[in-house]
């Protein structure tokens, strides 16, 4: 598609159990960001991606949650025994390349309800 | 730390009437700015950037102003129109893009 592509749309998990998120970057895009947007909040940056360096964990909350991009394309995000203050819409973005002068394209999200 | 601030969390303006939304920023190191609008159930979508090296843009209805000195950021939509209700996120970039909180923006008819 020529979009970011986000799957599942919506998520509903117990709690203690593991979730996985998937992002489908818009083909070419060298930069990837998971961000999390819990209710009535802004934007959390979560992860960053940029072709073959080393990610940007620095908004990851804990260490149940992490991230990996394989290939430089499709990307993951896993929450281990999800808790429910991890309920949040969960947000991937693409760009042609970081930093300065390049705009990131959002997927539609994926709403995570942990019960 | 909260590199990108935007102290409003909503905004209500008439139809016709001009909507300025403002961002404040802490970082120097940030050197693109953007604006971004998110419908509900929808992700952020872009709207219009500025380089550090200018002051204005403008894309039609839409104007972004840049003052480096007071690390401030507005947008301001003329006329407003009802479809403009959103919420707004500005977001700044060094190395990647920082969001602020979003202002709920509402054009009443």
């Known amino acids: 598609g020529a979009g970011v592509s986000q799957s599942p749309s919506n998520k509903v998990t117990e709690k203690g159990k593991d979730v996985e998120l998937r992002c489908d970057p818009i083909?070419?895009?060298?930069?990837l960001y998971w961000y999390r947007q819990s209710l009535g909040q802004g934007l959390e940056f979560l992860i960053y991606?940029?072709?073959?360096?080393?990610?940007?964990k620095s908004g990851l909350p804990s260490d149940r949650f992490s991230a990996e991009r394989t290939g430089g394309s499709v990307s993951t995000l896993t929450i281990q025994r999800t808790q429910q203050e991890d309920s949040a819409v969960y947000l991937c973005?693409?760009?042609?390349?970081?930093?300065?002068?390049?705009?990131?394209?959002f997927g539609q999200g994926t709403r995570l309800t942990v019960v | 730390d909260q590199q990108v601030k935007q102290n409003s969390p909503s905004l209500s303006v008439q139809e016709g009437r001009i909507s300025i939304l403002n961002c404040d920023y802490t970082n120097s190191m940030f050197d693109y700015f953007l604006w971004y609008k998110k419908y509900p159930a929808e992700g952020p979508t872009f709207l219009i950037s500025?380089?550090?090296?200018?002051d204005k843009n403008e894309d039609g209805r839409f104007t972004v102003f840049l003052n480096k000195s007071a690390k401030h950021l507005s947008l301001h939509i003329v006329p407003s129109q009802p479809g403009d209700s959103a919420v707004y996120f500005c977001?700044?970039?060094?190395?990647?893009?920082?969001f602020g909180e979003g202002t709920q923006l509402t054009v009443n008819p």
């Open positions: 973005a693409s760009s042609l390349y970081g930093g300065y002068g390049t705009e990131a394209f």
């Open positions: 977001a700044a970039s060094a190395r990647r893009l920082t």
């Open positions: 083909s070419g895009h060298t930069a």
């Open positions: 991606f940029q072709g073959n360096s080393a990610p940007d």
């Open positions: 500025i380089s550090s090296i200018k």
